[in-house]
């Protein structure tokens, strides 16, 4: 008998993804806070010495919160707070034809100073509207409630995730936009790639650099407080709203031993270890043997009561992660810090970013085989530099050319036995890049005219890729000529 199966599943979820702070703007507007997003800076626009530098120190926050003269691109993002239902129309049935819509809530927006007595009611009522607006376009939502929003008062008094207070905070944020949208939102993301505590520490853990002894260690019993927060929702949402489902995140990389030697085969066994750490916990319940061992060897002290241990069984439904590209590792890049270097064997974007579809199928199955729960691949794209030619059109066959490779990839692993239920392109609506601050590090389907200050008219122009893709998702992934 033949068991394989070569297409998508009928309901097979084709969504986009975005983040709040990425693209709304607006962002004293409605009550909000200051959120840790708007505090970074276009990376074009600092000195060569910290346009690698991912911490912040008290400083540094400080004379960012007053500044009003510097570029904040997620400041402004996209003006998508204005211009929603416009962009909705363009994304959902009556558009690209996208059958689900993956964003996140700015936690800044519902409670401004993250400890606020009361939640923001007109924050509250934006995302009502946001929500209605996603589903009258034929849209499933997603919601991620973490995606580097903290607001900036916990991390200038809690010092982010590394004190317990912000647990009780995110637990508190967590059950208010349950409670509040839990009738029309079924699909939850707890924390945006939790994993990414080196390449986004300020962004993910709110950690100011000046205020720990050891910033390592520190990264890490912030992100264990985080996963007990996490767990905390996932009970709350299990015993309140059964039908609601909360997954749990990774960014996405399997990275590849350097060579064959044993020792580097060990190294990239044990960082990949390192990598799913979080995905383990919040899959299988508790902190696993090999993360241990880990600390120790690093001389690291993680403090967890035997509560919060026992708390952390409550479990996420799901697994998501983002692909983007894919790494090596050998002995030395382990020891210096669990660095990953490039693959030169294969071929990069103008970032650097390898592009590497075989690694999708890779980390399909290994993922698969490791936790056999629904997975969703919750971000995939390619960051091009588009420019409209004379008659005002943006040709990007190399982004369809990247789209095509990824989706055969996907298909090969559903035949290979994954249960993969949706996959959601990242940004299919440029918007402010995450990593750098830019608009031309461009992902859409459709251009926004907007420069990396914030100059243009603000026009969405379909690229080439847009009819494309629509096609795809048309044929339910059938049509990828």
């Not at 390449?199 to 996963?227: F, R, W």
């Not at 967890?304 to 692909?323: P, V, W």
């Not at 660095?339 to 199955?365: C, H, M, Y």
């Amino acid at each position: 008998m033949n068991r394989t199966r070569t297409t998508f599943p009928a309901d097979f979820l084709w969504g986009g993804g975005f983040a709040a702070a990425q693209m709304e703007g607006a962002y004293l507007e409605g009550g909000k806070g200051l959120c840790i997003s708007d505090l970074t800076q276009n990376v074009a626009d600092l000195p060569l010495a910290k346009k690698g530098n991912k911490e912040m120190t008290s400083n540094i926050i400080q004379a960012a919160i007053k500044d009003t003269e510097g570029n904040y691109p997620k400041r402004r993002g996209i003006d998508f707070y204005h211009t929603y239902k416009e962009d909705l129309r363009l994304l959902g049935k009556y558009g690209l034809g996208l059958k689900s819509y993956r964003t996140s809530i700015n936690w800044a927006r519902i409670f401004p100073n993250g400890d606020d007595a009361e939640p923001n009611e007109e924050g509250l009522r934006f995302y009502d509207d946001l929500i209605d607006e996603i589903l009258a376009n034929g849209m499933e939502p997603m919601i991620t409630m973490s995606h580097y929003e903290m607001p900036v008062n916990l991390i200038l008094k809690y010092r982010g995730w590394y004190q317990k207070e912000t647990i009780d905070c995110f637990e508190r944020y967590g059950q208010v936009i349950l409670d509040r949208y839990h009738d029309r939102v079924k699909l939850w993301i707890n924390v945006n790639q939790i994993n990414l505590i080196s390449h986004e520490s300020i962004l993910h853990l709110g950690i100011p650099s000046d205020t720990v002894n050891k910033m390592q260690e520190a990264k890490y019993q912030g992100v264990v407080n985080e996963m007990i927060g996490c767990a905390r929702i996932s009970q709350y949402a299990h015993e309140h709203y059964p039908d609601v489902k909360i997954g749990c995140m990774l960014c996405g990389g399997y990275d590849y031993p350097a060579t064959c030697k044993p020792e580097d085969v060990l190294a990239a066994l044990r960082h990949n270890q390192m990598e799913v750490f979080y995905s383990d916990v919040l899959l299988r319940g508790k902190i696993p043997g090999y993360a241990w061992h880990y600390f120790e060897e690093k001389g690291y002290r993680i403090e967890i009561s035997e509560e919060e241990e026992a708390m952390l069984k409550n479990t996420s439904d799901y697994f998501t992660f983002s692909y983007y590209y894919s790494g090596i590792v050998d002995q030395a890049h382990f020891e210096e810090g669990n660095r990953v270097a490039l693959n030169k064997e294969i071929p990069a974007t103008d970032w650097g970013w390898s592009i590497d579809p075989t690694g999708l199928r890779i980390l399909l199955n290994v993922f698969y085989d490791r936790y056999q729960c629904p997975i969703y691949i919750t971000e995939n794209g390619i960051g091009l530099i588009d420019t409209l030619d004379p008659d005002g059109h943006i040709h990007d066959p190399q982004r369809v050319d990247f789209y095509r490779k990824h989706i055969e990839a996907m298909k090969a692993a559903i035949a290979d036995g994954v249960d993969l239920r949706g996959y959601y392109v990242w940004g299919p609506l440029d918007i402010v890049s995450c990593s750098s601050s830019e608009m031309s590090k461009r992902y859409g389907f459709i251009y926004v005219d907007l420069d990396d200050h914030g100059a243009g008219s603000g026009r969405r122009i379909k690229k080439d890729s847009f009819a494309w893709m629509q096609k795809v998702i048309a044929t339910h992934g059938e049509d990828l000529a």
